[in-house]
């Protein structure tokens, strides 16, 4: 049973009501107002973009839940998922095609998730997820630190027989020293001149960053020839194919633009998904 909420046109619908939290559904980022505190997450039938994102957050609500607006021309539908990690708010938008822009009943009860920022993430919410279990998982969990600075991802997706991981985490200087000569680091920064310097200092069993969008003189993927003479099997994606920046994009959705020829001695090619490659790279280098 829902309770109906009535401010002028701005009406809302507290959908689930737990240990003084509150899950609160609305049409639009427009209804969030002082009623809404750090106790809601807020579902907003919005796109989740910048602009909704600044009428919702000065009243600092626990969590948002927004529409991805299909993601569109620059990503513009969920910009406001960084804009509100930025804050300390969680944050996650719903898949275009499985709710209704401005119902916000129809993203509760139908709603799939499509993007999360890392504080939502933090809290277990997962693409895939339907709406009301991620309400719920933001209702009962913390986001752990939210002040401003760098939240580390790190993840083991793959272990070979040999016991070398492959290892994605956001940038390679986020590397371990327990990654030297053992672990494939999918990482997400560029595989420049710089990128290539952080690579010789952490010595990983093999790399896929991304291409940088090539970048002049190709200069986004000229590390791979400058750790090749050190003997490091890497690649790189293209920043077309996977977010720069974003490690879980780079290892689902990229596709391998540039490799080295370590890497190709293991099998990497260009046009590989790089969760092939990053396969492919745990291989020991006699590997044909």
Same mark, same amino acid.
């Given at each position: 049973?829902?309770?109906?909420?009535?401010?002028?046109? +701005?009406?809302?619908?507290?959908?689930?009501?737990?240990?003084?939290?509150?899950?609160?559904?609305?049409?639009?980022?427009?209804?969030?107002?002082?009623?809404?505190?750090?106790?809601?997450?807020?579902?907003?039938?919005?796109?989740?973009?910048?602009?909704?994102?600044?009428?919702?957050?000065?009243?600092?609500?626990?969590?948002?839940? *927004?529409?991805?607006?299909?993601?569109?021309?620059?990503?513009?539908?969920?910009?406001?998922?960084?804009?509100?990690?930025?804050?300390?708010?969680?944050?996650?938008?719903?898949?275009?095609?499985?709710?209704?822009?401005?119902?916000?009943?129809?993203?509760?009860?139908?709603?799939?998730?499509?993007?999360?920022?890392?504080?939502?993430?933090?809290?277990?919410?997962?693409?895939?997820?339907?709406?009301?279990?991620?309400?719920?998982?933001?209702?009962?969990?913390?986001?752990?630190?939210?002040?401003?600075?760098?939240?580390?991802?790190?993840?083991?997706?793959?272990?070979?027989?040999?016991?070398?991981?492959?290892?994605?985490?956001?940038?390679?200087?986020?590397?371990?020293?327990?990654?030297?000569?053992?672990?494939?680091?999918?990482?997400?920064?560029?595989?420049?001149?710089?990128?290539?310097?952080?690579?010789?200092?952490?010595?990983?069993?093999?790399?896929?960053?991304?291409?940088?969008?090539? *970048?002049?003189?190709?200069?986004?993927?000229?590390?791979?020839?400058?750790?090749?003479?050190?003997?490091?099997?890497?690649?790189?994606?293209?920043?077309?194919?996977?977010?720069? *920046?974003?490690?879980?994009?780079?290892? +689902?959705?990229?596709?391998?633009?540039?490799?080295?020829?370590?890497?190709?001695?293991? *099998?990497?090619?260009?046009?590989?998904?790089?969760?092939?490659?990053?396969?492919?790279?745990?291989?020991?280098?006699?590997?044909?």
């Amino acid at each position: 049973m829902t309770d109906l909420l009535e401010t002028e046109d +701005h009406p809302q619908q507290i959908v689930l009501e737990q240990d003084g939290r509150r899950v609160v559904t609305m049409d639009s980022a427009r209804y969030v107002d002082a009623r809404n505190t750090e106790r809601d997450v807020v579902v907003a039938a919005s796109y989740i973009g910048v602009l909704p994102a600044r009428l919702m957050a000065p009243h600092k609500p626990r969590a948002v839940i *927004g529409h991805d607006g299909g993601i569109g021309k620059d990503a513009a539908g969920i910009q406001g998922l960084y804009y509100l990690e930025a804050l300390g708010i969680p944050a996650a938008a719903v898949d275009g095609e499985s709710a209704e822009l401005g119902n916000g009943a129809d993203h509760y009860e139908a709603g799939v998730i499509s993007r999360t920022n890392i504080l939502a993430e933090n809290c277990g919410v997962r693409p895939g997820q339907s709406v009301a279990e991620a309400a719920r998982i933001l209702l009962e969990n913390e986001p752990g630190d939210v002040e401003p600075g760098t939240k580390i991802r790190r993840e083991v997706v793959e272990t070979s027989p040999t016991g070398r991981d492959v290892v994605i985490t956001d940038s390679i200087i986020f590397a371990r020293p327990e990654d030297k000569g053992r672990n494939v680091l999918v990482t997400a920064g560029h595989t420049g001149t710089s990128g290539a310097s952080f690579l010789l200092e952490f010595q990983p069993w093999g790399f896929i960053c991304s291409d940088g969008g090539g *970048g002049k003189n190709d200069s986004g993927t000229a590390g791979l020839a400058i750790v090749e003479k050190e003997g490091l099997a890497g690649a790189s994606v293209s920043a077309k194919s996977a977010a720069i *920046g974003d490690a879980y994009s780079t290892y +689902h959705d990229g596709i391998i633009v540039a490799c080295n020829g370590p890497a190709e001695k293991r *099998g990497v090619r260009v046009g590989m998904k790089a969760r092939e490659a990053a396969h492919l790279l745990l291989q020991e280098d006699d590997a044909e």
